[in-house]
């Protein structure tokens, strides 16, 4: 007799697709999973796997978002610097340099989803024939815009009123916490205003800081004891800036298949 389904925990759409796994020898389309570093080049480097090996049902996560599955095929992608200016030069073309930059700020806004809601409006543009970039007739293109809108809000805040202290050794600090990855957007406007001194803004979610040495500004890590320091002589001088906007999840942009023939699309 069979036995019941229920009596051992596995619901009928379950042992279904166990069966085909087990028992059917078609070939099973799983979902793929690309694994990147968090960075925007390595976020560019999936892109380039997806168009380069025509993946369909895809998603790109970081490490912390990614939940292993039976039924998903998670694989690590590398970080390279060629491939993902290969990418980043291609989409300047299609689409021009401002709109490159609003999906750029869309990705800084780091909101659970964002790199599935890109990859789909990047299929998307390079599926159009005349793509425009003022259209947002398609939900992710729309989401794109609205987000990077929400990224240029705070940046703009930030712009106005980010607040330096002076500290013992000269050096003006200004420390930020943001719900968004601002300091890349930062850097340049900062060297212009304050081009005569030396300053460095700290980010105390993520644990980075721009430093301007006079010539040029850089990312640095900073240690944990340095982190305390500059936050110390922040909140001693009220220099700390919260910028608090609202993060909602992209999840809801993520449920269809990518049903382009990618590979083509990228040259």
Known sequence: MKQSLLHIGIFPKIKQRLRKALFDKRKIDMKTILIYDGSFTGFLSAVYKVFEENLQDVSIVKPKHYHPDI????????SSEKLAKRVWTSLELKI?????NEL??????????TEDVLLRYIIYVYASESYVPSDVS?????RVSQVA???????????????FTENQDGLDI?????????LPLLGNYFKKRKGNKKWLIHDKRRGYALFYNLKEVKQIKVSPERQAQILQESNNRSSLMYVNLQNKPLSNY??????TDNKQLLT
């Open 71 to 78: 039924f998903v095929n998670g694989v690590e992608v590398d």
């Open 96 to 100: 021009g340099k401002y709109a490159s």
């Open 104 to 113: 750029y700020k869309a990705f800084l806004s780091e909101i659970k989803g």
């Open 138 to 142: 398609n939900i992710n293109a729309l």
């Open 149 to 163: 809108r929400m990224v240029t809000r705070e940046l703009h805040h930030i712009q106005n009123y980010l607040s």
């Open 174 to 182: 200004a420390a930020l916490n943001s719900g968004f990855d601002m």
């Open 254 to 259: 993520n449920r269809g298949k990518n049903t």
